[in-house]
Every structure is written in C-alpha cells, then in structure tokens.
C-alpha cells in the first residue's frame, strides 16, 4: 500500500451490504460520427469513491454527463435505482452565478425544492462543510479558484443527491485548494452519497479512491479495488496508461 | 446670430423658470416613453428569453424578424397604428386616436423588438455558459428562463435604454396617432418639430435642452444601477 494511502481519515468501510446506485447497460455514445462510448458496461454501488480514469478524449467526460441525464444515449441504457434519485454533477469550471455565496447556495436550494422553512439550516450548513462561512456575503466570482469549486460542490449538495458525479474538479487548483476541496468530497462520501470522480491526478486517484474503473476505446476495460489497479493493472490499455504510453 | 443667443438665453429662463407649459410638455414625454418602455421590457424581454432558449420550429425566422424590425421606420408604424384606430380601421371601438394611450402604443411597437433582440443576443451568450450547469441543478425550464434573465441584467439595462433612447427620440409615429394636440398629446420631439417650424425657437430649444439632459441623466442613473456583482466579474 502506498504511503499516502495510510494518512486518509477516513476511507469508506461499507457497514451495509453494497446495492447498486447506477447500472450502465451496452452505452454508446457517438460524436461526430465517431462511437466514442461503444457498448459500455459499469455498475457503481452505494458507498465509497470511485475513479474513472483513462486517456484524454476518452469520453470520461461524456459518460459524466450521460450519467446525469444531460445527454440522451444513442444506444443502451442507463439504469439509475430508485433510491438513488437524481445524480448531481460538478464541472471542471464551476460555472458561478453573478450573486453572493449565500444566493448561489440558496438559489440551488430553491431548484431543490428545499421547503422555504428548511432552507435557512440547510444553507448554514453547507457553508460549514464548505468552509465558506466567513464568505458567505462574498461575491461568488471574487473567491479563489478553490473556493469557487467547493462552492460548486456545496451547491450541488444541496439537493442531497445519493450519487455525486464529479469532472476534474481540482485540474485547476494549487495543492492546498486541492486537498480542501478532496476533504468536501471525502465528507459526502463519508455521509453515503455515492462518488464518482474524472481525475488525471493519479496520486488524487490514489489517495481518494476505493475502486477505479478505466475507461479506453470506448469500454471500461477494467473496475477494479483502487490498490489493486494501481500494483496489478490487467488490461494492456491501464498498463499503457500508467505507465505514461497511452495516447488516443 | 444674436437671435439665436437670445433664443438661447429665453430657452434657459425657461427651463430655469420651471415654465408651466414646458413642464407639462416634458411630464407627458415622460409618461408616455417610460411606459412604452417598461411595457416593451414586459414583453420584449420574456420573448428574447424564450427564443434564445426555447428550441421550436420557426425560432430562427422569428428571431429574424424580431432584428429586422429594430429598424421599423416610425412614420410607418404611425400610418398603420393610424388606419387600425381610426374610424373605417378595426380598432376603432377603442377610441385611441389622438390619445397618450395610442402613442403609447405606437412606441411599445416600436421599442419592442429592440428590447427583445437585444435581450435574446445577451441571453444567448449566457446560454453556452449556464445550460449545462443549471441543467445539472435540475432547474426547470421556467426556472432557466427566470436564472438567465437576473444573470443577463446588465445587458438587459443596456436594451432597456437603448428602448429608451428610441422611445424618446421618437417623432413620426406620436406625431401621427396623438396628433400633436396642445395640452393633451403635445410631446417633447413633437413641440420641438412644431416651434421649430414656427420659428419659435427658444421653447424648442428648451425642451431641446430638457431631452438631452433626460437622456444623460438615465444612462448615468443606469450605470451607477450596475450591479456590484459585475464589478468583479470573472476574477479568479
């Protein structure tokens, strides 16, 4: 085990027997002609962290956004269980609204459909799990890069979503914003919501991680438990990639 | 020359004065292009929020029209407004001719599509922006529409005085359908038309002086009305 593995707070340990959260059937998703995601097939379960990881233009990107209802599929299915309701999504760029913090927040909570008389407490506290309570009357595009993104992260919280789907978010961001930014998402894994995160961070991949899925040639070649993947890569493609070979 | 510097110096005493005819000329101006305004920013900005997010078929044709109309000449639109309301015209029933309400009328026509094209291009632009993320957020498409209107509001104070700007500027169509009637339709570009031809040229001079501090006045009210939000816009 690596290091850095044995200095996690707290790494999800499932108490209950694992359910599926989503089930991707035969996936394919085609762009400009071109099958990017060609008969794709993953299951992710309830709890924990998982990596997808894979090549630039892999389309990691675009199986975030199919997973969360933005894109239709051209083919298979997508297969969400019921106690898992809407996914929540956060882009690599959070895409802020021109308010304070506290409005960006109490605006999502108002797409969440909060009732009006829970939302003040619900507020509050994603501005603690944010760390962002001293900037809670901040013009949200003044914050550091860092902060906007564990705005981004709180904001999609909001909705209390069971799957948290997450496209890069600290690609951008110094060490010290990145480890803040880790610390949110390993506390929503922490509290049971479902994490599945796009990084090219593999130390990041390493250090948050519990299982990886790679993603090459438009199929998960392998999803595997996190150690296992980074000492034992099986496919030729996640070997080729480790080892800084992969190239689309 | 000394005509006109004495023009000049009546039209001052006059504004000075606060003259009761010019004030009454300068109020009915103000009622009549702040409400063609504030009822062109009711419509126009709703429509260009819709077309710039709304897919449906003839989207593309309509926003087409909506710019091509930004150029309506206002004579026109006067003539046409004049033949709806007048005796033989379908809107006769009203009564409008000759009222502020038909001027009114004839300036929402004509402010309308600025405000809606202009509006459309800016929430277009954050469109590409803030489609994905307010999607992701599961916001409606009302509750879209409604995000990209507050987000778009500078740009949109920017369509709403370039309406202004339109509205009071604005000769032909008033002077057609209101009739430049004294005390009861009679409007800032209207009297100045007419004193001007009569040779009267401090009261047009004044209400000259009037308009053209109207409009500075606004756009520097408007552009201290940015919001605090955009003063940082985009730092990182």
């Known amino acids: ?248 | 020359m000394q005509d006109f510097t004495a023009a000049f110096a009546h039209a001052v005493t006059l504004v000075a004065s606060g003259d009761r005819e010019l004030l009454q000329i300068v109020l009915l101006s103000l009622r009549v292009s702040l409400s063609a305004v504030a009822l062109a920013c009711l419509i126009g900005m709703p429509l260009g929020a819709a077309l710039a997010v709304l897919r449906f078929p003839g989207r593309r044709a309509l926003a087409l029209v909506l710019n091509a109309s930004m150029g309506l000449p206002p004579v026109v639109v006067g003539l046409l407004l004049y033949m709806a309301f007048s005796r033989a015209g379908p809107l006769s029933a009203l009564g409008l001719l000759y009222t502020p309400t038909a001027m009114i009328v004839a300036q929402t026509v004509l402010v309308t599509p600025i405000v809606a094209a202009l509006s459309r291009s800016a929430i277009a632009g954050l469109m590409d922006e803030f489609d994905e993320t307010l999607r992701a957020l599961r916001a409606s498409r009302g509750q879209r529409i409604a995000t990209l209107l507050w987000e778009a509001r500078p740009a949109l104070l920017t369509a709403a005085l370039a309406g202004m700007g339109r509205a009071f500027a604005e000769v032909g169509a008033v002077m057609i359908v209101g009739g430049n009637i004294d005390h009861v339709t009679r409007v800032m570009t209207t009297a100045i038309a007419l004193e001007t031809s009569r040779g009267e040229l401090a009261l047009a001079l004044a209400l000259g002086l009037v308009l053209v501090c109207l409009s500075l006045a606004l756009n520097a009210a408007a552009l201290g009305l940015r919001p605090r939000a955009y003063g940082v816009a985009y730092a990182r």
Request: charged share 20%; aromatic share 2%; no cysteine.
């Open chain 1, 1 to 248: 085990m690596p290091a850095d593995r044995r200095v996690l707070p707290f790494r999800h340990t499932p108490a209950a027997p694992a359910r599926p959260v989503a089930m991707v059937r035969a996936l394919t998703l085609r762009r400009g002609g071109r099958a990017l995601l060609d008969g794709l097939e993953l299951t992710l379960f309830t709890g924990g962290i998982t990596a997808l990881l894979g090549p630039n233009g892999a389309g990691k990107s675009l199986l975030l956004r199919a997973l969360a209802g933005l894109i239709p599929p051209d083919g298979g299915a997508i297969d969400l269980a019921p106690h898992t309701g809407a996914p929540a999504l956060v882009f690599q760029k959070p895409v802020l609204l021109h308010r304070t913090v506290r409005a960006n927040l109490a605006h999502a909570l108002r797409l969440a459909r909060v009732p009006r008389a829970a939302r003040a407490g619900r507020l509050a506290e994603l501005l603690v799990q944010a760390r962002l309570s001293a900037q809670a009357q901040a013009q949200a595009r003044a914050l550091s890069g860092g902060e906007q993104q564990r705005l981004a992260i709180a904001r999609a919280l909001a909705a209390r979503p069971r799957l948290l789907l997450l496209d890069e978010p600290t690609a951008h961001l110094d060490p010290a914003s990145t480890a803040a930014v880790e610390a949110l998402v390993r506390a929503a894994a922490h509290a049971g919501v479902k994490v599945l995160i796009v990084t090219h961070d593999r130390a990041q991949a390493a250090r948050l991680a519990d299982d990886v899925a790679f993603l090459a040639a438009g199929r998960i070649t392998e999803h595997r438990p996190a150690d296992d993947f980074f000492q034992r890569p099986e496919s030729d493609e996640a070997r080729a990639y480790l080892e800084g070979r992969l190239l689309l």
